[in-house]
Structures are given as structure tokens and as C-alpha cells.
């Protein structure tokens, strides 16, 4: 009964605090949140380590039937999430708690009736709640990161939650606000962030007053005012939002308009309420996939694509941003949208401020580099405008000339689209330093001094970065980390740090102690407890490489299917069910020490087939029967070595080895998670799985050089 429980104390826990101010904080409330929601997890652990030591004999079975089950639920969250709203999740996996302990007192001897009968009750009930989908209204934390908080916190604007759903993405809302003079707009958010302003086509054709005022501050509609017809025969847009690009190019001209879009509740939400935009028109098409996904898999040709600030906030807490892979900015994300364009195509970037423009500059500048062009002739390709909020960067397939270039130049004055990041190619700098009345000193120029040095050849952008004071280092798909503009480790990281160092500290103390496992007086002597610490070493270290493996294995795939939650899903599903099935078949062999270093060998040997093999001939594959199987192969072979040393412990006298191991598992995930975080954002998903490689060999070398861990070796010759 703890695991029900202890589940539903920390849901209800979960969502009653939101309403205090003081766990608003990113870093604090998310750490609150962390430590409630793992609560319930170590009441589970509790009781699969119980089970798992008195049947220490059949452990490799139970691990793989709990390895199947992980796997089916990584499969079943999937769809449930985009089928039930989050209360009725957790009826559901509350039933499945209770399910749980109704099975066991009907198994375990001598169970008072009571208990069955009020288990089976609240069986029923929970049925019945999740039959009817109820619904509950979560409380947002009350934080000013949240846009929709910080609307809502205004005392003249009015919001209506129209309507709302919840999908894989989050919660999905739709709110009507209005302002203090009583004008009326739309906007959606996820998870009360990433809100979008909606714009519907046909009000704004009745509106051209409204319709002019928008698009003129649009930076994205600026190239409209030259492109010649032939520029705009097609469109694509990553990230719509609320229709923004979409009016921008439909009341550019453009003949035809594609736009791709990740999260398919807000899809369905604006078909339903914004259908002149996102359905009624005949030139409009709405595609619902990952951006980068389509774009790689696409056979069509582009004369634009625009790409406006396409994050998905609501995920996560702005003071996590910059540990948000976003594939779509990345040096070899450029690379596939020039692909696609037309010859006189073009990209056009609206970003959130200078450093963004710098890092897609960063990435312009050494993909170029690489076709053998230099920073200085890149700039031809490119113009940057800005209103003094977000920057517009435009990228030309070829080079403009110098009579495309001088109108738009002059127009960016006359639009004040000439603030802060501003550059033409082939315009001379003007600068003024000069006294104003009062001795006032005055200085201005206008373009970007950086931008100009570069492109008058002083040095180029890869000199500027090594000695700029934050990051601005071109972003690679192995480490795509866009948002992070820390030179060295991130500071928010510096808690799972600590964390990791403790825990290591933790488990040096414990091997000292023999991981305080209680042997019986006829077993216990040196071999045997030494023995048992080779065993704790081997889980920890083939638990943190095996981390490693998965999170190396799954960004690689990440980008070869239309949805990264759906990706992500099937990919660990097949990670656990390989597991699953290298643990099941255990049992035919003898769990020797020469056996244990063949499994440890063979791991690496498929690990290298994968990295050098199978993964780079996958790369254009997005069939997801096979690239299940393409994970599920190493996870076959991963999932050998634990159950192995499983079966050898269980042979020890001992009265919770078993257990123990079970917990220095875990210790060992969460220092490879972390590590995966550190090392990705350092030096990138290459070296991780290096790093894995290197430790599952020292590990095998180990285990050879040891005294072997043999069942003839210790407890029957004790």
C-alpha cells in the first residue's frame, strides 16, 4: 500500500504548491519539484529491491520482466499523454499501483481480507474517474517567466481561457485577452509560456490600416518591399505560431505557402478558431512534423524560409535554456536549409538579440569556411536590420550585388529598421564622435563595428570568438546547444554537480565499507567481500557507460523521425526492450568471469558496429520499424553483464547484496546522466560515447586482472 500512497501524497503535493510565491524560482522550485516527484520512486524502489532479494535465484528474469514493463509504458505514456489530460494520467497510474498491491495480498499468505477489499474499492473508483476523462484546472506557478502570468499579473488586462489540451507537448491553451482600452486579441501558450499572438487573414483584409502597421514592423516582411515575383514562388515556414510568417507571406505575394509545425494540439487548436490562416486558404499548407526532420526529408525547393525565434519555451525554465538542444540552429541545420532553396533563395532568421545574431553568424561563417570561403566574401551573402528589438538576419543562396543592396539599405533607414545589429555589404561605416552642447559627448556608427571589421578583413569571426567573453563558437549538431553562451561549464549545472560529487564521495565511503551488505558468519571472509565491492564497481561503471551509449545513440536518431517525443519514445522503449531480452537470456549461460569480460567486449565491439556502421547508414532512414531495430540490437547486449553479476551474487550468504546492487544501479544512471550533460555540452556526443567505450574496457580489464568472481571461489569453499 506505500507505493499508491506515496504516489498520490506527492501529485497532490505537486499540484497544491504552485500557489505560493516562493517556489517560483526556476532553479529552486525545480529542485522542490525534483525532490517531491522522486518521492513515490523510492517507495517503488523499495519494494522491487524487496522482491528482488528474496528471489535472488530468479533476479535476471524478474529484471527483464521489469525492463519489458518499462518499455511498454515508454510506449503507452506516448499516446496516453495525447489522449487523456494529465489528472487522468495519473488515475492511471495509480490504478496500476493498486493493481499491484491488490495482486500481491492475493498472492502473499494470510492477507487481511480488509485490505483487498478496500484496494479492490479504490480500483473501481479510479476506473470510473478515468472513463469520464475529468479534468482539472492546474495552478501555473506564479512566476514572471511564465508569459501568461506575466499578462494575467496585469490588473487592466482581462484573459478567458478559451480552450485548452493536453498532448505530449504540455498543456495547450488558448486565451482571449483584453486590454485596458477594450481592444481584444488571441494568443496561445504551452504550459503558460511561449505564448504566440494569433493573426487571422481575413479580419486583417478588412483592416488595412492594422494589416500596414503590422507587417511594417515586421523585420521579416522587409525583403518582401524588393523581392521580384519570381523570388516568391514558394515558401516554407519552421514554426508558425499563431500565423505571424504566415500573413507576412501571404500578404507578400507568395504563391505558395508551406508551414511546419511540431506541436499538433496547436494545429488542431488553430484550424478550429483561425481557419482563414490555417486551413481556408487554397496556397496554405500545414505540415505537421519536426522542422529539421522535414527539412532533411523533403524533395521540394524553397525561394524562403523563415525561421522566427521557433522555440518551444514552455518545456522549460528559462534558467535551462541554454541546456535545450535545438537542432535548428546548428551549422549542419544551415547547411540543409541552403539545400532547399531555389538559386535566388533566401533564409530569413528573426532572432531574440545580438548574441543570436553572432551565433548564426558563427555557424554561417564556418560552414562557409569549410566550401573554402572566407568570412570576408560570406558577408556578400548577407544583411542584418533591426527595430532595437529583434534583429532580422537575411542569408542569400549567391551574393547580392551592390545595385540589390543600396535600395534596401536606404529603405532601412527611412522604416528606422537601423538600430543596434545593423549591416549591409558593400556600404561604407559612418561614424560620428563629437561634442553636443554642454561638453556631451556623442558617438554613433552605423553598422555593427564588428560585423565591418570582418568584413574589411581586420580578422575574421573565428578570432573574434576565441577572444570574445562568452561563447560564440559555431553550434554543431553533436552539440547543439545554441542558447548556451557560457565559456566552460554552465553555472546552473553547478548543482547536479555537487550533487555528482557527493554521490561519488558517497560510494568510495561505501566500498570501504563493503557497500555495508551483511554477510553470514560462515561466508564472511576478505575474498567474499572484496568480491562483492568487484561487483558494485562493475554495476556503477556499466551503468554510467550504458547512460552514455543510450544518450549517444538517441541523439544521433533523434533527428530521423517527424516528432522528437514520439522519437524519443519508441528509441527507449527499444533501448529497454533490448535490455529486457539480454537479461532473459542469461539464464542459458553459466555466469562465469570469462563469460562476464565476453559480455563486456562484446558490448564494445557493437558499440564501435554502431557509431562507424549502422548509425551513418541510418542517417537518411525514417522508418521507425527499423530504427527500433537499430537500437534495440545494442540493448540486447547491453542488457547482459547486470544479470550476470546478479546470478553470481546470489550465490553469496548474503541478506540484501542483491538490493544493494539495485541501488548502486541507480547511483550509476544518475552519474551518467549528468556526465551526458557535462560532456555534451563541453565537447559533444562524440566523446561521450568514447568515454563509454574506455570505461566498459577498463571494466573487462578488470575483470580479468581480479580475482575471478567464481561460485566454486567463494561461499562453498568459505
Not at 507578400?252 to 496547436?266: C, H, L, Q, R, Y
Not at 553572432?358 to 572566407?374: I, P, Q, T
Request: aromatic content about 14%.
Amino acid at each position: 500500500m506505500i507505493m499508491p500512497v506515496a504516489f498520490l501524497l506527492s501529485v497532490l503535493t505537486l499540484v497544491y504548491i504552485p500557489r505560493f510565491d516562493f517556489f517560483s524560482s526556476g532553479s529552486l522550485g525545480l529542485l522542490i519539484f525534483i525532490i517531491l516527484s522522486i518521492t513515490p520512486f523510492i517507495a517503488i524502489g523499495v519494494f522491487i529491491g524487496y522482491i528482488f532479494q528474496i528471489n535472488n535465484y530468479r533476479s535476471g528474469l524478474i529484471y527483464g520482466f521489469d525492463l519489458f514493463g518499462g518499455a511498454s509504458a515508454a510506449l503507452a505514456s506516448y499516446y496516453l499523454l495525447n489522449v487523456l489530460n494529465l489528472i487522468n494520467i495519473f488515475g492511471v497510474v495509480l490504478l496500476f499501483l493498486l493493481g499491484a498491491a491488490v495482486t500481491l495480498s492475493l498472492i502473499v499468505p494470510k492477507t487481511n481480507k480488509i485490505f483487498i477489499g478496500v484496494y479492490s474499492l479504490l480500483v473501481i473508483i479510479l476506473i470510473s474517474i478515468v472513463a469520464q476523462n475529468y479534468d482539472y484546472n492546474f495552478r501555473v506557478v506564479k512566476s514572471l517567466e511564465k508569459d501568461l502570468v506575466r499578462i494575467q499579473s496585469n490588473p487592466s488586462t482581462k484573459t478567458e481561457i478559451v480552450e485548452s489540451k493536453w498532448s505530449s507537448f504540455g498543456k495547450t491553451d488558448l486565451v482571449k485577452i483584453t486590454d485596458s482600452e477594450g481592444n481584444v486579441s488571441k494568443s496561445m501558450f504551452i504550459d503558460a509560456a511561449a505564448g504566440t499572438q494569433i493573426f487571422d487573414i481575413d479580419e486583417l483584409e478588412k483592416d488595412s490600416v492594422k494589416l500596414n502597421h503590422i507587417l511594417m514592423h515586421f523585420g521579416a516582411f522587409f525583403p518582401f518591399n524588393f523581392l521580384e515575383d519570381s523570388e516568391k514562388d514558394s515558401a516554407l515556414i519552421i514554426g508558425p505560431g499563431g500565423g505571424l510568417d504566415i500573413i507576412a507571406l501571404y500578404f507578400g505575394n507568395t504563391k505558395f505557402i508551406e508551414a511546419v509545425e511540431v506541436n499538433p494540439s496547436f494545429v488542431e487548436l488553430m484550424k478550429k478558431y483561425n481557419p482563414a490562416t490555417f486551413s481556408d486558404k487554397s496556397n496554405i499548407n500545414i505540415v505537421i512534423r519536426e522542422g529539421r526532420n522535414f527539412v532533411r526529408t523533403t524533395n521540394k525547393k524553397y525561394d524562403l524560409i523563415l525561421l522566427t525565434i521557433p522555440i518551444t519555451k514552455g518545456i522549460r525554465s528559462s534558467d535551462f535554456l541554454n541546456l535545450t538542444e535545438n537542432f535548428l540552429f546548428t551549422v549542419e541545420a544551415l547547411s540543409d536549409y541552403l539545400k532547399i532553396l531555389t538559386d535566388e533563395g533566401r533564409i530569413i532568421f528573426t532572432l531574440h538579440n545580438t548574441e543570436e545574431v553572432f551565433r548564426m553568424l558563427s555557424n554561417y561563417f564556418s560552414l562557409k569556411a569549410n566550401e573554402g570561403v572566407s568570412s570576408q566574401d560570406a558577408l556578400k551573402n548577407i544583411y542584418v536590420i533591426s527595430d532595437g528589438m529583434k534583429p532580422t538576419l537575411v542569408i542569400k543562396k549567391t551574393p547580392f550585388t551592390p545595385a540589390e543592396i543600396a535600395p534596401r539599405h536606404l529603405f532601412a533607414h527611412q522604416i528606422n529598421f537601423d538600430r543596434e545589429m545593423f549591416y549591409f555589404p558593400f556600404i561604407r561605416q559612418v561614424k560620428i564622435d563629437t561634442l553636443l552642447m554642454g561638453d556631451i559627448e556623442f558617438k554613433w556608427q552605423m553598422f555593427n563595428q564588428v560585423i565591418m571589421d570582418i568584413s574589411e578583413g581586420k580578422y575574421n569571426f573565428h578570432e573574434f570568438s576565441e577572444n570574445a567573453a562568452i561563447n560564440l563558437h559555431p553550434v554543431f549538431d553533436d552539440s547543439p546547444f545554441f542558447f548556451n553562451y557560457e565559456i566552460g561549464l554552465p553555472q546552473n549545472l553547478s548543482a547536479l554537480l555537487i550533487i555528482l560529487i557527493v554521490l561519488i564521495a558517497f560510494s568510495v565511503f561505501a566500498f570501504r565499507k563493503y557497500w555495508f551488505v551483511k554477510f553470514s558468519v560462515e561466508s564472511k571472509d576478505k575474498p567474499v567481500s572484496k568480491l562483492f565491492n568487484y561487483a558494485a564497481l562493475f554495476v556503477l561503471l556499466i551503468n554510467i557507460s550504458d547512460i552514455l551509449i543510450q544518450a549517444y545513440i538517441f541523439q544521433k536518431l533523434n533527428l530521423n523521425l517527424s516528432s522528437p517525443l514520439k522519437s524519443f519514445t519508441l528509441l527507449l522503449s527499444a533501448f529497454l526492450l533490448g535490455n529486457g531480452i539480454g537479461s532473459i537470456i542469461t539464464k542459458y549461460f553459466k555466469p562465469t568471469s570469462s563469460v562476464l569480460s565476453l559480455s563486456f567486449l562484446s558490448i564494445v565491439v557493437v558499440t564501435l558496429l554502431e557509431v562507424f556502421v549502422i548509425i551513418p547508414l541510418s542517417s537518411n532512414i525514417d522508418s521507425e520499424v527499423l530504427l527500433f531495430f537499430v537500437v534495440l540490437l545494442p540493448s540486447i547486449f547491453i542488457g547482459i553483464p547486470f544479470p550476470i553479476i546478479l546470478a553470481q551474487i546470489s550465490k553469496f550468504n548474503e541478506t540484501n547484496g542483491i538490493a544493494t546492487l539495485l541501488g548502486v544501479s541507480g547511483i550509476g544512471c544518475f552519474i551518467g546522466s549528468v556526465a551526458t550533460i557535462i560532456i555534451a555540452t563541453l565537447w559533444g556526443y562524440n566523446i561521450i560515447v568514447t568515454a563509454a567505450v574506455i570505461v566498459y574496457l577498463i571494466v573487462a580489464l578488470i575483470n580479468l586482472l581480479q580475482t575471478k568472481l567464481r561460485i566454486n571461489s567463494s561461499p562453498t569453499a568459505a
